[in-house]
């Protein structure tokens, strides 16, 4: 378990509590991915996660119960051995995919964009003007 002297801008947990993870500083934007693996892993038309650099996100509790599932392509998921329920998971590029769902309190966030929209089934609705790709955006 890892400690911060930094006060949490957001904490989160899985459902039944056994993993709980606090994140410093400002928070970023929500992403939306709605590539298929994406959607079978949320169990719903996107996964909206937040994408935190790795020195920001604490453990609180539980990080012994994570388990992982990963792709032979390479795409993974973290997940409490316990409830079943998505964690953070540390992506490419040393940062942590947050998933905004698990956030405790409903902090105010933005929307920074949609991947994978050639992907999206056609009963999710986008109901938000933040860019849309229809893979992954093109590089910055």
Known sequence: ???????FSATGRCLCGQVSWGVTGRLPPVGFCHCSQCRRVSGTGSNAVLSVKAD????LSGET???AYALPS????TFCETCGCP???LGPH???FVPAGSLDD????????HIFVADKPGWAV???DAPQFPAWPPKA
Do not use: F
């Open 126 to 128: 986008i109901g938000d």
């Open 74 to 77: 390479g795409w993974s998921t």
């Open 56 to 59: 920001r996100l604490v453990w």
């Open 94 to 96: 040393g940062r942590w």
């Open 65 to 67: 119960a994570l388990k």
């Open 87 to 89: 964690t953070p998971h």
């Open 1 to 7: 378990m890892s400690q911060s002297a930094e006060p």
């Open 106 to 113: 409903q902090p105010e966030l933005a929307v920074s964009g």
